[in-house]
């Protein structure tokens, strides 16, 4: 029904979810039980990956509002890379890039969880 | 003029070359920022007259520039902003400045910047560069005319790049305005299909946070009369009735501007409220949103306010629709319940009546809208005798509909015993008084038909009393028996006994039958069901049957209140 996908990956213990499709008001709360299957593990490097990532609605930036805090309270972070310039300017205009550390690929992300650990 | 002076000024010749100037143009034109274009022109500038300091204002308001880069000193923080009252049309050399007080002179006289060329594009000053030759001279002409040229040049690239900045500006502001259109479409089509609260408000939460950008945030409403919180966002040691209280707010508010109470305004900030939005419904605040602290400080604007009013009234909306579609669930789970019930309860009277040779048997129960407690049965007793029964519980609904399964269980697992009749009678209604309280009771005509002799022993226990239209068109009531079931225990009950001959017509009824009310509020009565009996009394029983259901049904109109009941027994 919904055009919308989450895949998750692992590399050297750091998540990555892969977003595809449409993250909207509808399938926000799919994102959300992701984000929150991860953080119940207790795993908090976490890389979004938004390659194939077509629309993203304010629900789905909530979703990466509502769980930082707690990420970072357990020494990790969200990082967000590979985005396309349309799906750059919705984050960028809401503000996001000043909160958020957005990259251009998923390896310079990596790497910098890497050096951080 | 140039080529005038290159004869005997080799020097100046290479200094100020065209070709530097278009140089110069092609670089700022090219796709830099602004900073690059400045830096790029105080350097040219500098390397060109031979200057060891520079400093480049932009005007940021009428008389008022500001600092933008500066080389060869230091600039003290305070003084970025500077007040320059003299009009900036040409060159101007500080020393030769008439008002040697004015503020702006006193710096620049401090921080030895010897001359000012302003930058002008289109008869509007944008800002002006300020230097110090390291000769300390004045600008020769050929000077003049080139810094002239290049702060030309510099000012239309300055211009250019400040309006494109400025409709990039205007088209950050209008993608976000339209990403907010899309956020509210997007909401109201997903709040319209979801009536679940709590995933209502979870993804009202989502998209409040991620449009605004805020992450401590409460949702109050109004329950009753109470204000109450159903989502909160703040720390779990909050005092809740602080925001409870805010419903007195009319308008979407920052904190920094309500009035209020210092005290007021101290537990807000404790909190970290920064703004509160009333949710409102025609005009009446229905509940509050307190929201914290934005991004990194980003302060609210007038426009965000305005958004989270209307996703609050989205949401307020979409609440009040979940909750109309859960008491219609609620309702139609009832009706689905008593419709249900009204099946198990039908089911339990006899499906297939059985046939005996010399009777010809019918009946039929057609319930009214509610469950109700009519009942009626016929049992084979042995191969001499059968029981028929017809029964009413007192009230309606569900109870009712209990009490008449009872009585049918209990009944069919008393007739085996080949108890008289009395007895049964007597059983039953022990049974009914244990079970049940003083405020339910049964009325019960039981009798026994013996097919060989035709003879028929009942009990009456309140019931109507049945008619038995005679082959000679006699009448009579079959009263003997005592009290209805559940009103004293270990009453007795007599029997009577009828011998029937071949043309007899009994028929049991219920209230539902005599007492059946037209549009008029006038009963049915005996007599009517008396005047069908007769007419009809050479037809078969069925034909009598169906003839008195659909005179009470005509006489009765659309409304039928109660169950009607109806037994027929035709000897023949």
Not at chain 2, 135 to 157: D, F, G, P, V
Not at chain 2, 219 to 240: P, Q, Y
Not at chain 2, 359 to 386: E, R, T
């Amino acid at each position: 029904m919904t055009n919308f996908k989450i895949n998750f990956r692992e590399s050297s213990n750091i998540q990555i979810i892969d977003l595809k499709g449409y993250l909207d008001a509808h399938t926000a709360p799919d994102f959300e039980n992701a984000i929150q299957k991860i953080i119940n593990n207790k795993q908090y490097n976490i890389i979004v990956n938004c390659k194939n990532l077509s629309y993203i609605s304010s629900a789905g930036l909530g979703v990466f509002m509502a769980y930082i805090e707690e990420v970072r309270k357990n020494k990790g972070d969200i990082k967000i890379t590979n985005m396309s310039s349309k799906i750059y300017n919705v984050f960028d205009i809401l503000g996001f890039p000043l909160l958020y550390e957005i990259m251009n690929t998923e390896e310079d992300a990596l790497k910098k969880f890497t050096k951080s650990i | 003029m140039l080529n005038h002076k290159k004869e005997n000024r080799a020097d100046s010749v290479t200094r100020f070359d065209v070709n530097s100037l278009f140089e110069f143009s092609k670089v700022v034109n090219s796709d830099v920022s602004l900073q690059f274009i400045l830096n790029h022109f105080i350097l040219t500038a500098m390397g060109k007259l031979l200057c060891i300091r520079g400093i480049v204002f932009l005007k940021i308001e009428e008389q008022t520039f500001h600092t933008e880069t500066v080389r060869g000193f230091i600039l003290d923080e305070e003084k970025k902003n500077i007040v320059i009252t003299q009009k900036l049309k040409s060159i101007i050399y500080i020393n030769s400045i008439k008002k040697k007080n004015e503020k702006w002179v006193t710096i620049l006289n401090k921080n030895e910047i010897q001359v000012l060329i302003p930058l002008i594009f289109k008869n509007d000053v944008l800002g002006a560069l300020g230097i110090t030759k390291l000769s300390r001279k004045k600008l020769t002409n050929e000077e003049e005319t080139y810094i002239k040229s290049l702060s030309n040049i510099a000012a239309a690239a300055i211009a250019q790049k400040l309006s494109v900045d400025k409709l990039i500006n205007v088209n950050r502001e209008l993608d976000k305005q339209i990403h907010q259109a899309t956020t509210l479409f997007d909401l109201g089509k997903e709040f319209s299909s979801i009536l679940n609260r709590e995933r209502v408000i979870k993804l009202f939460s989502l998209s409040l946070m991620g449009q605004i950008g805020v992450r401590q945030f409460a949702i109050c409403l109004k329950e009753g009369n109470e204000m109450k919180i159903v989502s909160s966002r703040f720390h779990d040691s909050i005092d809740a009735s602080v925001i409870c209280n805010l419903s007195g707010f009319e308008n979407p508010s920052l904190v920094s501007e309500i009035v209020a109470t210092k005290k007021l305004k101290k537990e807000l900030k404790e909190i970290g409220i920064s703004a509160i939005i009333p949710m409102k419904m025609q005009d009446e605040v229905k509940g509050v949103l307190a929201v914290g602290e934005r991004i990194a400080g980003i302060p609210y604007t007038q426009t965000d306010l305005e958004y989270i009013y209307s996703i609050g009234n989205l949401l307020l909306i979409s609440l009040e629709n979940s909750r109309l579609f859960q008491e219609a669930v609620e309702k139609q789970k009832i009706e689905d319940d008593l419709l249900i019930a009204r099946e198990i309860q039908r089911g339990m009277l006899p499906k297939i009546l059985p046939k005996y040779a010399g009777y010809d048997l019918d009946a039929a129960n057609i319930s009214s809208k509610h469950v109700g407690g009519d009942y009626y049965d016929v049992i084979n007793l042995d191969d001499d005798n059968f029981i028929i029964a017809i029964a009413d519980v007192s009230g309606k609904g569900t109870p009712a509909s209990l009490l008449m399964a009872n009585l049918q269980a209990m009944i069919r697992a008393l007739v085996p015993l080949k108890l008289s009749l009395s007895e049964l009678t007597k059983r039953v209604n022990d049974l009914i008084c244990e079970s049940t309280g003083n405020d339910r009771f049964i009325t019960l005509f039981l009798a026994s038909v013996d097919k060989k002799n035709k003879s028929l022993t009942y009990v009456n226990a309140g019931h109507n009393l049945p008619f038995v239209l005679r082959k000679d068109d006699k009448i009579m009531r079959l009263e003997k028996g005592g009290l209805l079931l559940g009103v004293m225990k270990s009453t007795t009950y007599e029997e009577g006994i009828v011998q029937l001959v071949a043309g007899d017509v009994l028929v049991l009824f219920t209230d539902g039958v005599s007492e059946a009310m037209n549009p008029d509020g006038i009963e049915f009565g005996e007599e009517r069901l008396l005047e069908i009996i007769k007419s009809r009394k050479n037809e078969s029983a069925e034909t009598i049957k169906e003839q008195i259901i659909s005179e009470v049904q005509k006489y009765s109109g659309d409304y039928q209140s109660d169950d009607i009941t109806l037994l027929v027994l035709k000897v023949s």
